[in-house]
């Protein structure tokens, strides 16, 4: 696989060099402005970098954000696909992600060698593949979909073609339940989502009996079964913010309950647990990487730093924008009904 980050150069600031009582939030939001910086978070990242943010969002959100920017500098609060998705949008601008070793199960367990023969496999399959891969994966790929845009496109594809869904196996599922048409899926799965367990569930929604369960659709079908609401991270904050329950438990990355609390002030969450009904689970190591010193120094040395081959990078594009562009016709379309 193609190394897509740059390393900070020679004489770059380190995290030992930090004077220890420096306003970090101060000196951020100074070199933001000193460099038209913008800086995007998504939902799963620590609440002190979501609240510094210019943004926060789902990945198709930050996506659409990325492609619009007109900073000098993407600063990438997330994980490493999604900063390549602001590089691949954004070729001539600096993008950079706090921490280079944050990645994703999900990238981690589709490699392109194993994606290209997967698709070798079925050539006559269209490949629709989630956005949390890498840059290599999406230039192997027909359309990019987010949990939120996945279902809206898969509908627009005619009914005769075949279709290859990677690399979540989980989302592909209910995919397929919700559009009625058969996927050949990739057996790939999130580490978070996974973790949730389904009798803790049912013994935590006893013991609060009025509880709403939202769950994002990366998890299991037997948690899925349990959900009053199944949707993105968007949809689930929208879900929380206008049913009239007044507490909830959420099966996704716990960092979204900051965003749930801002939006519904006053309502009670409960994160989801695990196998020993504890909720440490739903936390993804990969996000929690990233931490408020490692966005001053990724500002301040512009490093780490996302960087590709032309050649990929317009291949990766092609299936990024069908989605962006399909995206927009839905929505134009609704908007006109």
Same mark, same amino acid.
């Given at each position: 696989m193609i190394d897509t980050i740059r390393d900070a150069k020679s004489g770059a600031v380190t995290a030992e060099e930090l004077d220890p009582f420096i306003d970090l939030a101060e000196e951020i939001g100074r070199l933001r402005s000193e460099k038209n910086? !913008?800086?995007? +978070? #998504?939902?799963?990242?620590?609440? &002190?970098?979501?609240?510094?943010?210019?943004?926060? %969002?789902?990945?198709?959100?930050?996506?659409?954000?990325?492609?619009?920017?007109?900073?000098?500098?993407?600063?990438?609060?997330? !994980?490493?696909?999604?900063?390549?998705?602001?590089?691949?949008?954004?070729?001539? =601008?600096?993008?950079?992600?706090?921490?280079?070793?944050?990645g994703c199960s999900l990238e981690d367990s589709c490699t392109p060698d194993d994606f290209q023969s997967f698709r070798d496999a079925h050539p006559d399959h269209m490949a629709i593949t989630y956005i949390n891969c890498s840059a290599e994966v999406k230039a192997l790929s027909d359309i990019i979909v987010t949990s939120s845009s996945a279902e809206g496109i898969i509908l627009q594809i005619p009914k005769n073609q075949p279709i290859l869904f990677a690399p979540d196996k989980h989302l592909g599922r209910f995919l397929a339940r919700q559009t009625g048409r058969d996927l050949t899926l990739w057996p790939g799965t999130c580490i978070v989502h996974e973790q949730f367990n389904e009798r803790e569930l049912v013994k935590l929604s006893v013991r609060h009996p009025g509880a709403k369960i939202a769950a994002h659709p990366e998890c299991?079908?037997?948690?899925?079964? #349990? +959900?009053? #609401?199944?949707?993105?991270?968007?949809?689930?904050? &929208?879900? !929380?913010?206008?049913?009239? *329950?007044s507490e909830f438990i959420v099966a996704t990355e716990q960092n979204?309950?900051? $965003?749930?609390? =801002? %939006?519904? /002030? %006053?309502?009670?969450?409960? @994160?989801?647990?695990?196998?020993?009904?504890?909720?440490?689970? *739903?936390?993804?190591?990969?996000? @929690?990487?990233?931490?408020? &010193?490692?966005?001053?120094?990724?500002?301040?040395?512009?490093?780490?730093?996302? &960087?590709?081959?032309?050649?990929?990078?317009?291949?990766?594009?092609? /299936?990024? $924008?069908r989605m962006l562009d399909m995206s927009a016709a839905k929505t134009a379309s609704q908007n006109a009904a």
């Open positions: 910086a !913008v800086i995007l +978070a #998504h939902y799963y990242q620590d609440p &002190e970098i979501q609240d510094i943010a210019d943004f926060v %969002g789902d990945s198709l959100d930050l996506s659409r954000r990325a492609a619009d920017t007109d900073a000098d500098m993407i600063v990438f609060c997330g !994980v490493k696909f999604m900063a390549e998705c602001a590089k691949i949008l954004n070729p001539s =601008k600096t993008v950079v992600l706090p921490d280079r070793d944050a299991p079908e037997e948690i899925l079964r #349990h +959900a009053d #609401h199944v949707g993105s991270t968007r949809s689930l904050l &929208e879900y !929380v913010t206008t049913c009239d *329950a979204i309950i900051h $965003q749930m609390e =801002k %939006g519904a /002030p %006053g309502r009670t969450f409960i @994160a989801a647990p695990g196998a020993d009904g504890k909720c440490d689970c *739903a936390s993804c190591p990969y996000m @929690a990487k990233n931490n408020m &010193e490692k966005l001053y120094l990724a500002l301040l040395n512009e490093a780490p730093g996302i &960087e590709m081959p032309e050649e990929l990078r317009l291949r990766a594009l092609k /299936p990024l $924008q």
